[in-house]
Structure formats: structure tokens, C-alpha cells
């Protein structure tokens, strides 16, 4: 695999498209177990991501992904926006002055993405988060050589429908405790667009 | 001599204004910023907002940041991360109790730490 800037511009757009017509999903599944503004919070935050991108020019991949983060941070109210902005400024520290990101870059910067997402919230895997998504994936990509577009989607597809049965331990969904059990964490659903996006991304590229 | 400064951070404008219109009744003179609801004031947080209270609550005391639920810690970390200034700590304590507290330890004179002590134990005191 080979990720340069065109293709992270890409990675947005594609995630930004999901997000925007799963507003409304997002925003159900918030609703059952949370505070219900998380297909807001994501479609505001990355609309404004892709209109920060398309009137930017850069030289690095770095430098997308810390305008991703930096927008984030500034327009997404719910935990979503100090979350995802962590994990995309993490990615983006890890590929601080590199043009082309290749497979082993690109592994490396997940990892660190997870531990910020972890650090930042505090949480673990099986606690019914976004990580439940974001572990797994790192898991995958450390077992593989070569990137498999198709597998890594199903991987995130995989992980996403297993917190259906998780009990939440952290979130506003952890006030819950047992009620959250039989729903999807929104989180979850929302980081398996993001990889589901790369993914396309990737199988255009390829 | 100057006060400790006090940041209220909720997902509500109007939960900050409330404590803050408390605090007040007691305490006329210590730093109080508000970084309540997020960029165009709905409910949730901001970062921005609580790096600009920040700026204006900073004085050489230093400044205590006091918040609500999930997202209102995770982005007072991140501001105490991204800030130059040393004396900026997020404490954990009740929002309206533990802030009303600080804000009269710090109209004593208080130190930062004595400050914040006071705001973590306020259920014990009698």
C-alpha cells in the first residue's frame, strides 16, 4: 500500500460521504444509549474537514491529517471531537515530514492513534468504545505483511457488530450499565466508516 | 495581590452562568471565565473556549479548571496540554460545589494547591 496526500484527501471525502447519510442512524443509535448528538457532532465536524481540505494545499500527509485533528478538536462538541482529533493528530506526529506513507508508516501510526485514543479517554478494549474498532484493527494490520483492502474492512465491520453484546464501562453509555447491552456503540459505528473509506480508498489505489 | 483564577467548563452556556451568578453573591473579586457550550453555543464543549478562559483567568496565581461530563474533561486535558502556562490544573471535584469552594479559598489569598485541595474535599467539609 501507499497512502499520499490525494489519497488521505480521498480517505476524508469517502468518510465524510458516510457519515452524512448515516446521519440519522448515528443519531438513532446515540439516542438508545447515549446523549444522541453523535451523527450531528460527526457530520458537522467532517463536512468542515473536507472544506478545510479542499481549500489547502500541502506538501505532507502530516499536514492533512493535523488540519483533520485541529478541525475536529475546534467543531465537534461531544467526546467525538477530543477523541478523533487525538487520533488524527497522533497519525499525524507519527508521519511528521513523509511524502508517500508506506505499509510499516502507516501501521505505526495506527498504533499510536489507538494509544492516544486510550490515553485521552481513558478506556480499554471491551468497554464498549470507539476502541473496540481501533484495536482490532491495529491487531489485523500487526499479523499482516501486505495490506488487504477488502479484509481490512471486514475486520472493522466484524468489530463494530460485536459491541452490540458489550457492556459500556466508559461514555455517557456506561450510566446504563446492564441497558447498554443489545445496542452498537455509536463510536464503534462511526471509526468502522473511517476505515471502511480507507479501505475503498486503497482498492482504487490498488 | 492577586487570585487564583477559576474556569467553569460545562456543555451548557446556562450551567456556567448559573454558578458563576453564585459564586458571585460571595466571592466579587476572583478571576471566574466561563467555556460553557461548544462553538456556536449548543450543548457539548470546546477546547478554544477553555484556552481563551484560560488567557483570561491566567494571572501568576495560576488558574483551576472545574468541568462536567465526558467530553468536558477530555478537552480541559487537552487545553492544560496545549497551554504554555505551568499553574493551569484540571481538578476533579463537583462542578458548581467544588467551584464555589475554590472561589472562596482563592478570594482568601490561597495558594493553587491549597486551592484545589479545599475544591476536592468540599463534601467533607462540616
Given at each position: 500500500?501507499?497512502?499520499?496526500?490525494?489519497?488521505?484527501?480521498?480517505?476524508?471525502?469517502?468518510?465524510?460521504?458516510?457519515?452524512?447519510?448515516?446521519?440519522?442512524?448515528?443519531?438513532?443509535?446515540?439516542?438508545?444509549?447515549?446523549?444522541?448528538?453523535?451523527?450531528l457532532?460527526?457530520?458537522?465536524?467532517?463536512?468542515?474537514?473536507?472544506?478545510?481540505?479542499?481549500?489547502?494545499?500541502?506538501?505532507?500527509?502530516?499536514?492533512?491529517?493535523?488540519?483533520?485533528?485541529?478541525?475536529?478538536?475546534?467543531?465537534?462538541?461531544?467526546?467525538?471531537g477530543?477523541?478523533?482529533?487525538?487520533?488524527?493528530?497522533?497519525?499525524?506526529?507519527?508521519?511528521?515530514?513523509?511524502?508517500?506513507?508506506?505499509y510499516?508508516?502507516?501501521?505505526?501510526?495506527?498504533?499510536?492513534?489507538?494509544?492516544?485514543?486510550?490515553?485521552?479517554?481513558?478506556?480499554?478494549?471491551?468497554?464498549?468504545?470507539?476502541?473496540?474498532?481501533?484495536?482490532?484493527?491495529?491487531?489485523?494490520?500487526?499479523?499482516?505483511?501486505?495490506?488487504?483492502?477488502?479484509?481490512?474492512?471486514?475486520?472493522?465491520?466484524?468489530?463494530?457488530?460485536?459491541?452490540?453484546?458489550?457492556?459500556?464501562?466508559?461514555?455517557?453509555?456506561?450510566?446504563?450499565?446492564?441497558?447498554?447491552?443489545?445496542?452498537?456503540?455509536?463510536?464503534?459505528?462511526?471509526?468502522?466508516?473511517i476505515?471502511?473509506?480507507?479501505?475503498?480508498?486503497?482498492?482504487?489505489?490498488? | 495581590?492577586?487570585n487564583?483564577?477559576?474556569v467553569?467548563?460545562?456543555?451548557?452556556?446556562?450551567?456556567?452562568?448559573?454558578?458563576?451568578?453564585?459564586?458571585?453573591?460571595?466571592?466579587?473579586?476572583?478571576?471566574?471565565e466561563?467555556?460553557?457550550?461548544?462553538?456556536?453555543?449548543?450543548?457539548?464543549?470546546?477546547?478554544?473556549?477553555?484556552?481563551?478562559a484560560?488567557?483570561?483567568?491566567?494571572?501568576?496565581?495560576?488558574?483551576?479548571?472545574?468541568?462536567?461530563?465526558?467530553?468536558?474533561?477530555?478537552?480541559?486535558?487537552?487545553?492544560?496540554?496545549?497551554?504554555?502556562?505551568?499553574?493551569?490544573?484540571?481538578?476533579?471535584?463537583?462542578?458548581?460545589?467544588?467551584?464555589?469552594?475554590?472561589?472562596?479559598?482563592?478570594?482568601?489569598?490561597?495558594?493553587?494547591?491549597?486551592?484545589?485541595?479545599?475544591?476536592?474535599?468540599?463534601?467533607?467539609?462540616?
Amino acid at each position: 500500500m501507499e497512502l499520499q496526500i490525494k489519497q488521505v484527501i480521498s480517505w476524508m471525502e469517502k468518510t465524510n460521504e458516510k457519515i452524512q447519510s448515516n446521519k440519522e442512524y448515528l443519531t438513532s443509535l446515540d439516542q438508545a444509549i447515549g446523549d444522541g448528538d453523535h451523527g450531528l457532532n460527526m457530520a458537522r465536524g467532517f463536512q468542515e474537514v473536507v472544506n478545510k481540505l479542499s481549500s489547502s494545499n500541502y506538501t505532507y500527509v502530516s499536514d492533512v491529517l493535523k488540519d483533520v485533528s485541529m478541525t475536529l478538536l475546534s467543531k465537534v462538541g461531544g467526546a467525538s471531537g477530543p477523541l478523533y482529533g487525538t487520533a488524527f493528530l497522533k497519525m499525524s506526529t507519527a508521519l511528521k515530514g513523509i511524502e508517500t506513507v508506506d505499509y510499516p508508516q502507516f501501521k505505526k501510526a495506527v498504533v499510536e492513534a489507538v494509544n492516544g485514543v486510550k490515553e485521552r479517554g481513558k478506556a480499554n478494549k471491551g468497554e464498549k468504545t470507539m476502541i473496540d474498532v481501533w484495536e482490532p484493527i491495529v491487531d489485523f494490520l500487526q499479523k499482516q505483511d501486505n495490506l488487504e483492502a477488502k479484509e481490512l474492512e471486514s475486520t472493522a465491520e466484524k468489530a463494530m457488530e460485536a459491541t452490540q453484546d458489550l457492556k459500556a464501562t466508559k461514555g455517557r453509555a456506561a450510566y446504563l450499565k446492564e441497558r447498554s447491552i443489545g445496542h452498537l456503540d455509536p463510536g464503534s459505528v462511526s471509526s468502522y466508516y473511517i476505515f471502511a473509506a480507507l479501505s475503498e480508498v486503497l482498492e482504487e489505489g490498488a | 495581590m492577586s487570585n487564583v483564577g477559576i474556569v467553569l467548563i460545562s456543555h451548557s452556556p446556562k450551567v456556567v452562568e448559573g454558578i458563576k451568578d453564585i459564586i458571585r453573591q460571595m466571592v466579587p473579586d476572583v478571576p471566574v471565565e466561563l467555556a460553557g457550550g461548544t462553538d456556536d453555543g449548543s450543548i457539548g464543549t470546546n477546547v478554544e473556549k477553555i484556552q481563551n478562559a484560560i488567557e483570561n483567568a491566567y494571572n501568576e496565581k495560576g488558574v483551576l479548571l472545574f468541568f462536567d461530563l465526558g467530553s468536558a474533561m477530555m478537552n480541559a486535558e487537552l487545553a492544560v496540554e496545549m497551554t504554555d502556562y505551568e499553574k493551569v490544573k484540571v481538578v476533579k471535584a463537583p462542578l458548581l460545589e467544588g467551584a464555589y469552594v475554590a472561589a472562596v479559598e482563592s478570594g482568601m489569598g490561597k495558594t493553587l494547591e491549597e486551592v484545589e485541595k479545599a475544591a476536592r474535599n468540599v463534601f467533607d467539609q462540616t
